[in-house]
């Protein structure tokens, strides 16, 4: 059974940092793909960041790219989004996915599994 639990969430002040962890099971790294999207209050759920943990590839939304990192620790079956000078506009429920194939997309709809979420919550 796949499964995809998240952590790492909370609330922090604008221009701080937090670290984002995705414990995966039931699938191997190299045949999926990971992405890490967010929900906020009356928006549609967004891609973030995208990683093939098979080749290393990453794929950032342009909002994101230069403060977000997305990486993978396949001995520990885990994928971390390291976000960096957050922004109020961040604030959201941050899912991690997993999609078949090793091609990551920040396409919602490309996913097969989900995480529960954890909420990011960021003041001015």
């Known amino acids: 059974e796949v499964q995809l639990v998240e952590s790492g969430g909370g609330l922090v002040q604008a221009g701080g940092s937090l670290r984002l962890s995705c414990a995966a099971s039931?699938?191997?790294?190299?045949?999926?793909?990971i992405g890490w999207f967010r929900q906020a209050p009356g928006k549609e759920r967004e891609g973030v960041s995208c990683i093939s943990p098979a080749d290393g590839s990453t794929y950032y939304a342009d909002s994101v790219k230069g403060r977000f990192t997305i990486s993978v620790d396949r001995a520990k079956n885990t994928v971390y989004l390291q976000m960096n000078s957050l922004k109020p506009e961040d604030t959201a429920i941050y899912y991690c996915?997993?999609?078949?194939?090793?091609?990551?997309?920040?396409?919602?709809?490309?996913?097969?599994?989900w995480g529960q979420g954890t909420r990011v919550t960021v003041s001015s």
């Open positions: 996915a997993a999609k078949v194939g090793v091609v990551p997309t920040l396409e919602p709809y490309d996913y097969d599994y």
């Open positions: 039931g699938f191997s790294f190299d045949d999926y793909a």
